[in-house]
């Protein structure tokens, strides 16, 4: 949690928006960065992985980790650049966040007040409680770690071309000459996470843009390679907590405020 009684640190917001396909090349910030998809989708890869920042998601970068940015759709960018070294209760590595209508509204309002050169003691009301908000933010499983090791590789990219590819990790155990037990302890030890979790995270990262510009629920689930909208709605729920409809109802309600 951020100390409210102590001197918050010095941040600056910004707000940039790119259209659809931008990219911006691999760089990194003396600063943390809450990077926030307003309008339209970002992704992130890192040396670690890549993040999938839908609206009404953020991903926190903290300082000194190179990055590349991915835009699709018209993107509207509100970022915090946060200054003075480690923020107490910040997370300690690159992940997504929910955010909350509170954090949504205080960034903006950051947004205004440095346009408009407001007076010091508003500003660093506003930056308090952004600052406290942004630390009690929720997690959310939007990171795709990518392997070291060759075999899983192999495995990791031909799922990236596609994601509905159903072959169990015997079947890919042929394929790559290893046994499966092996796979899997590869896929523990490497990524953290199962092969299936990755397979699952893997194809909530593709759903979101699909979503995002338009196919229907079924229309992903099919492409993605669930028997049924049903089987890909319970999957979208579990992982972010909401349905696919109701989830792309916020972001545009989101959108419609102004932002």
Not at 138 to 150: A, H, I, K, Q, V
Not at 175 to 198: I, K, Y
Request: glycine share 8%; aromatic share 8%.
């Amino acid at each position: 949690m951020f100390d409210l009684l102590g001197p918050p640190p010095p941040f600056h917001a910004v707000a940039i928006d790119y259209p659809d396909g931008a990219q911006v090349a691999a760089h990194a910030h003396r600063e943390a960065q809450f990077l926030y998809a307003a309008q339209g989708l970002m992704r992130v890869l890192t040396a670690g992985g890549a993040w999938t920042i839908p609206p009404t998601r953020a991903v926190w970068i903290p300082p000194g980790v190179e990055h590349t940015l991915f835009m699709s759709g018209e993107v509207r960018m509100r970022t915090l650049f946060i200054a003075g070294g480690p923020l107490p209760g910040a997370p300690d590595g690159c992940c997504v966040l929910a955010v909350t209508p509170l954090m949504r509204e205080l960034v903006l309002r950051a947004i205004h007040l440095q346009r408009h050169e407001a007076d010091d003691a508003q500003a660093r009301l506003v930056r308090t409680l952004a600052l406290d908000e942004l630390t009690r933010l929720t997690r959310m499983p939007l990171y795709l770690p990518m392997p070291e090791d060759r075999r899983l590789r192999a495995i990791c990219t031909a799922l990236l071309r596609a994601p509905d590819d159903d072959r169990t990790l015997e079947d890919w155990g042929l394929e790559v000459g290893a046994s499966p037990r092996t796979l899997a302890r590869l896929f523990a030890r490497e990524l953290g996470l199962s092969f299936q979790a990755w397979r699952q995270q893997l194809r909530l990262t593709e759903a979101l843009p699909r979503l995002h510009a338009g196919q229907s629920v079924q229309a992903v689930a099919t492409a993605l390679g669930y028997g049924s909208a049903r089987a890909f709605s319970a999957m979208f729920q579990r992982l972010l907590g909401e349905a696919p409809r109701a989830y792309l109802g916020r972001a545009e309600t989101a959108l419609s405020a102004g932002w």
